[in-house]
Each structure stands twice: as C-alpha cells, then as structure tokens.
C-alpha cells in the first residue's frame, strides 16, 4: 500500500532531531524554560511514531518534526497557567526567527544552538555526573531509562540527577552562551572531559551486546568533532577526536563471539573500523599542526601508535613507553601510572614493571579497581611467583567489575593455578 | 477473501516510556509490516476528544469523546485480508503494537446479492 521510493528514517534520526530540536527550542525560551523544550521534542516524536505507521513517512521528516515540537511548545504556553504572564513574551520568543528553522534552512544555526547547549550542560557548576547524563539527555537524545543502562544505575537516580541539574541552571542562571574570551580555554577544557567521560561510559566493556553502548561512544565522538569544527576548536579537541576515534575503530574486534575481551594485543586488526582509523589520523595530523601539547595530545599519541602497527607484534613498544614517560609529566593520574607500569614489562621485563607497581599499592584511588591487582597478578606470574599472582587474581576478583572483566580474571586465575596445582 | 479491520488502541503512557530511538525502531517495524502484500488499506485518526452523539431523553446530545480520559485512544485502523480469524490473528501479531496498547480484529460483513 506504501509506494515504493517513499521516504526511509536515516539511522538514528529520532535521537539526533531530538537533541537538536531541544537545543533550538531552549535557544529561543532560555535556559529557564529546557523542561518545555523537552516536552515539546519528547511530543514531536510521540507524535510522529503514533501517525506515521498509518500515514507513512512525510516528505520531509525533520521538518515535520521541527514544526509539530514548535506547535506544541506555543500551545503549551498559551494553555499553561505556570507561565501567565510570561506566556506572551515566551510565544514571541517561539515565533521569532523560527522560520528558517522550519524551513530547515539553518543548518549553521542549529549547530550553534546545539554548540551552545553542550557548553551549557558540561557548565563547571554542575559535578561531572550531572554534566555527562544532562548532556546524553539534552544533546544526545538518549532517554534516562538508556542513560540508566549505559551507567547501571536506577532511572530514578537518573531522572533525580537531570531534575537537579536543571534546578541548577535555573537557579543559578547558567545562560546559553558561548563562554567569554577569558573563560574559554577553561570551559573548552570542562567540556573536552565530558566528552571522554561519556565515551569512556560507553567504551566500558559489560556483557551482552548493547548496541546502545556503542552509539554512546560514537555520539562522543560527534560531539568531539562539533567542537572541533567551530570557532571552539584547537589542536587538543582534534587530539582528543583522534583519540576516540581510534579507540571506537577496535570495538568491533574488542570482544568475541562469546562475550569475552579480546586483548589489545590478540584483536584481530582485520575487524578494526578502517573508516574510524582513517579519521583518527587525519585528525591526529590537525592536532600536532600546532604548537599545543596536551594530555589529549599524548594519549592519541599511544592509540596511534598501537593502531599503526602492521601486527600485534610489531607494536611500537619503546616509543609507547615514552609517551606515558611524557604523559606522567603531565598528570597525576594513578591510572596512567598503572597503564605505563604494563608497558615497562614489554619494554624492561617483569621485575621492572613490579617496581613500578610498588608505589600504587596504598593509592587510594585505585582501592577499588581491579586492574591493579590483575596487573600485579599478571607481572608476579611472569616472575614465577605463583601464590602471589593467585592471590592477587582473587583480589582482583573481589572488586567491582563486569561480567566479561570478570570471566577474563577468571581464566588468569585458572592458568596460574594449573601451572601451580599445590597451591 | 474475507477482509478484517485491525482497530489499534494506543496506550499514552507505555508510548511515552520509549526513548526516540526505540520510537523510530517501532515506526520502522510497523511500516515493514504495513507494506506487505495483505493489507489492503488504513488511515490514522486525530489524537483529539473527537465527538459522541447519542440520545439524551428525548434529545439529542452532541459531547467531547471521554477518549482522553481512557488510557487507550483508538490511534487507527487497517485492513487486512485473511483467510479467517485464525490467519488474521496470526498476521496481526507481528504489529509492534503489543506492549504499546490493544488491536482489536473483526471481521468485514459481505452481503451476498
């Protein structure tokens, strides 16, 4: 009954008008207003997904969405009472300048709009929790229920952590804005780690295949490269670019068809996203253009140079270790601490890189995290001291990880104990 | 062939649970579905109160539908043909549509003249 050539959904079109509709409706009410902006777009698209499977698809879906959310928000303001007397002032507001919007005749402004609002989601008041789920929910178009999944958290402690967030933007005022000359390098820097956190959030390998996971990671990766494209941008936003996108090129060999983690080092480099790889590097090429060296800098540096090896054997060793010799110039970050104490074992061997685990073993900040002790156990059973390595795969074992981490501590374990059945 | 109409009533407040993402995934399987060889037609209806006539005494009264107080709205219709009910249940199952409110079949009277 549907002719054929009718209109199809792009990928993910929901999600992305979603934000960007957000993102334009709050530019034109104010910060103030952003549940109003949410409502009219969560509208728009009930709308669209309760007519379309009898009508078919408009001609134009993105239009049709803009101008049924902008229909929506005038009504609402007209027919709520909450916004009396402001309600004149708010539809002038809607009308003003909306037409070429809904004309989809703006595709720099929506961008600008959208731009604005990531800065005001990673905005430094709000803590690094709130900023990454304000900018899943706002930017991203991720529902709290999808938000919740990618965190393991409850949706109510996600719906209490947007309801705050947004109590605090109101209150406090945090305007759309682009920020000013003196701030920018700061709030540049504020939004940059919101970007990794919330594709680190992604990244994290968990059992099951939630595709959801990787559409977290690529929506970093989109935000990285809107930044990295407007007049924000600087040699670390395409270094952190860089960085993603060589790290999202291995997640299709990252895991097997088990389930279960695939090393670095034992992914098959066929499996790799050629397409991401080529990005990575052409991004990593803009970002040492410049002057500027940033931690961004030195980590696609390390990404780099794994993802240019010819073969997990012909991995760059020797000049990985020197980037996180530069990167620990850099930072404090007991994290990277570890990471490079991994990589001293392929350069040094086991005793050195013990050595260089020594010093983080009372760090608080790595108190919970299995990699310490799996990297322990992995160096002690290299030396062959097995208590010590089964000991510290069990330690391992008892921190917070998921069910993939876990299977994989698992079979260190079994190794180390079979070579060492007495124990 | 015996024709039938599927009446599907929405559910508001399950609608409203699904993400955009999930919401285009349905509207893509219901359009999947929609365009296969057995229906025949089909039409959305208005998400308004819509009007109720019936008798009042000896009046007539014209009211609001009570449909938005329902939790399920009738959001539309189709038609399908079938070989009988049993077909046509079986062909209505693959609708997105369970979870999201009710279908209800029944089945085209054809007068033989």
């Given at each position: 009954m549907q002719e054929s050539g009718s209109p199809v959904l792009l990928e993910h079109l929901f999600r992305r008008e979603c934000g960007r509709i957000v993102a334009w409706l709050a530019g034109l009410l104010g910060s103030a207003h952003l549940q109003l902006a949410e409502?009219?777009?969560?509208?728009?698209?009930?709308?669209?997904?309760?007519?379309?499977?009898?009508?078919?698809?408009?001609?134009?879906?993105?239009a049709w969405l803009f101008r049924t959310a902008h229909n929506y928000a005038i009504s609402s303001v007209r027919r709520t009472t909450v916004f009396s007397s402001k309600a004149d002032a708010l539809v002038a507001a809607l009308e003003s300048g909306a037409q070429p919007i809904l004309d989809l005749d703006a595709e720099q402004s929506l961008r600008d709009d959208e731009l604005r609002m990531v800065f005001m989601c990673c905005h430094p008041k709000l803590v690094p929790d709130a900023q990454v789920a304000l900018s899943l929910k706002l930017v991203g178009?991720?529902?709290?229920?999808?938000?919740?999944?990618?965190?393991?958290?409850?949706?109510?402690?996600?719906?209490?952590?947007?309801?705050?967030?947004k109590r605090l933007i109101r209150e406090q005022k945090v305007a759309l804005t682009m920020p000013s000359k003196g701030q920018l390098e700061e709030r540049v820097n504020s939004v940059l780690k919101v970007i990794y956190l919330m594709f680190s959030g992604g990244y994290a390998a968990h059992a099951g295949e939630d595709l959801i996971r990787v559409d977290v990671c690529l929506e970093a990766l989109r935000l990285g490269r809107l930044v990295a494209s407007s007049s924000m941008g600087a040699p670390r936003v395409d270094a952190l670019v860089a960085l993603m996108a060589l790290q999202a090129a291995r997640l299709p060999a990252r895991m097997d068809a088990a389930g279960d983690l695939v090393l670095l080092e034992e992914q098959d480099r066929k499996a790799w996203d050629d397409d991401l790889i080529a990005l990575g590097f052409s991004y990593?090429?803009?970002?040492?253009?410049?002057?500027?060296?940033?931690?961004?800098?030195?980590?696609?540096?390390?990404?780099?140079?794994?993802?240019?090896?010819?073969?997990?054997?012909?991995?760059?060793?020797?000049?990985?270790?020197?980037?996180?010799?530069q990167l620990m110039e850099m930072t404090d970050s007991p994290v990277v601490a570890l990471n490079r104490a991994v990589v001293v074992m392929k350069v040094h061997g086991a005793?050195?890189?013990?050595?260089?685990?020594?010093?983080?073993?009372?760090?608080?900040?790595?108190?919970?995290?299995?990699?310490?002790?799996?990297?322990?156990?992995?160096?002690?059973?290299?030396?062959?001291?097995?208590?010590?390595?089964?000991?510290?795969?069990?330690?391992?074992?008892?921190?917070?990880?998921?069910?993939?981490?876990?299977?994989?501590?698992?079979?260190?374990?079994?190794?180390v104990s079979m070579l060492h059945p007495s124990s | 062939m015996p024709q039938y109409v599927l009446l599907l009533h929405s559910d508001g407040e399950a609608w409203k649970k699904l993400s955009p993402e999930e919401m285009q995934k349905k509207v893509e399987k219901y359009l999947a579905w929609r365009n296969k060889p057995f229906v025949v037609g089909g039409a959305g209806l208005v998400r308004d109160t819509g009007r109720v006539i019936r008798a009042k005494g000896d009046d007539v009264s014209v009211t609001e539908g009570p449909f938005s107080e329902s939790a399920e709205v009738m959001g539309g219709f189709y038609t399908i043909e079938a070989a009988g009910y049993d077909e046509a249940v079986k062909l209505s199952l693959d609708i997105p549509h369970i979870g999201l409110g009710t279908i209800e079949i029944r089945q085209v009277m054809v007068y033989n003249t």
């Amino acid at each position: 009954m549907q002719e054929s050539g009718s209109p199809v959904l792009l990928e993910h079109l929901f999600r992305r008008e979603c934000g960007r509709i957000v993102a334009w409706l709050a530019g034109l009410l104010g910060s103030a207003h952003l549940q109003l902006a949410e409502d009219a777009a969560q509208e728009a698209m009930l709308r669209a997904a309760q007519t379309w499977p009898f009508q078919g698809i408009p001609q134009k879906p993105e239009a049709w969405l803009f101008r049924t959310a902008h229909n929506y928000a005038i009504s609402s303001v007209r027919r709520t009472t909450v916004f009396s007397s402001k309600a004149d002032a708010l539809v002038a507001a809607l009308e003003s300048g909306a037409q070429p919007i809904l004309d989809l005749d703006a595709e720099q402004s929506l961008r600008d709009d959208e731009l604005r609002m990531v800065f005001m989601c990673c905005h430094p008041k709000l803590v690094p929790d709130a900023q990454v789920a304000l900018s899943l929910k706002l930017v991203g178009g991720f529902s709290k229920e999808e938000i919740a999944r990618i965190f393991f958290s409850e949706p109510s402690t996600i719906a209490q952590r947007l309801v705050r967030a947004k109590r605090l933007i109101r209150e406090q005022k945090v305007a759309l804005t682009m920020p000013s000359k003196g701030q920018l390098e700061e709030r540049v820097n504020s939004v940059l780690k919101v970007i990794y956190l919330m594709f680190s959030g992604g990244y994290a390998a968990h059992a099951g295949e939630d595709l959801i996971r990787v559409d977290v990671c690529l929506e970093a990766l989109r935000l990285g490269r809107l930044v990295a494209s407007s007049s924000m941008g600087a040699p670390r936003v395409d270094a952190l670019v860089a960085l993603m996108a060589l790290q999202a090129a291995r997640l299709p060999a990252r895991m097997d068809a088990a389930g279960d983690l695939v090393l670095l080092e034992e992914q098959d480099r066929k499996a790799w996203d050629d397409d991401l790889i080529a990005l990575g590097f052409s991004y990593f090429d803009r970002s040492i253009a410049g002057e500027e060296i940033s931690e961004w800098h030195v980590q696609a540096a390390i990404a780099a140079t794994y993802a240019s090896a010819a073969s997990s054997t012909e991995i760059d060793w020797v000049s990985i270790l020197g980037h996180y010799d530069q990167l620990m110039e850099m930072t404090d970050s007991p994290v990277v601490a570890l990471n490079r104490a991994v990589v001293v074992m392929k350069v040094h061997g086991a005793e050195a890189s013990l050595a260089a685990l020594t010093p983080l073993a009372g760090n608080n900040a790595l108190q919970k995290y299995h990699l310490l002790p799996a990297t322990q156990g992995h160096v002690l059973a290299a030396l062959g001291r097995l208590d010590e390595a089964r000991a510290a795969f069990l330690a391992a074992l008892e921190c917070d990880c998921t069910l993939p981490e876990k299977r994989f501590l698992q079979r260190q374990l079994a190794t180390v104990s079979m070579l060492h059945p007495s124990s | 062939m015996p024709q039938y109409v599927l009446l599907l009533h929405s559910d508001g407040e399950a609608w409203k649970k699904l993400s955009p993402e999930e919401m285009q995934k349905k509207v893509e399987k219901y359009l999947a579905w929609r365009n296969k060889p057995f229906v025949v037609g089909g039409a959305g209806l208005v998400r308004d109160t819509g009007r109720v006539i019936r008798a009042k005494g000896d009046d007539v009264s014209v009211t609001e539908g009570p449909f938005s107080e329902s939790a399920e709205v009738m959001g539309g219709f189709y038609t399908i043909e079938a070989a009988g009910y049993d077909e046509a249940v079986k062909l209505s199952l693959d609708i997105p549509h369970i979870g999201l409110g009710t279908i209800e079949i029944r089945q085209v009277m054809v007068y033989n003249t």
